[in-house]
């Protein structure tokens, strides 16, 4: 309910009449608004600063899955070197002192068993 306005001339800016005072619930409306503002802005600034430390956060994790993505493909590499049979037999036989195999004196043995 608004307060009664007294009459004044043209162009004079009216306000309430005399004796009639401001009650507390405009205040308390204000107060009440500018709270919820308040706490509107604290909520949307932690909920913006949780974003962004979760986004640090995804960008780290990635970073250190691609090194490991790279670091596998490396090692991948390094065992399919390793493996190859020519590296086998030059390991043989420099480092074992293996010979290469003399067919001449290879016997197959079949199975006889029925």
């Known amino acids: ?3 009664p306005l007294r009459k004044g001339k ?5 306000g309430r009449a ?6 507390g619930r405009s205040f308390l409306l204000g107060l009440l608004l500018f709270g919820i ?9 932690w909920e913006r600063l949780t974003v962004e430390s979760q986004l ?3 960008f780290e994790r990635e970073t250190e899955l ?5 670091q596998t493909e490396l090692l991948s590499y390094e065992v399919a070197v390793l493996e190859c ?4 037999e030059t390991v043989a036989r420099r ?3 293996m010979d290469d195999l003399n067919w001449e004196f290879v016997y197959v043995i079949e199975d006889t068993e029925e």
Not at 37 to 45: D, E, I, Q
């Open 56 to 58: 640090a956060h995804n």
């Open 66 to 70: 691609e090194l490991v993505r790279n």
């Open 18 to 23: 005399n004796g009639v005072k401001r009650t």
């Open 1 to 3: 309910m608004q307060a």
């Open 95 to 97: 480092e074992l002192g």
């Open 37 to 45: 503002a308040a706490v509107s802005s604290l909520f949307y600034t």
């Open 10 to 14: 043209k162009g004079e800016t009216l």
């Open 85 to 88: 049979a020519p590296r086998l």
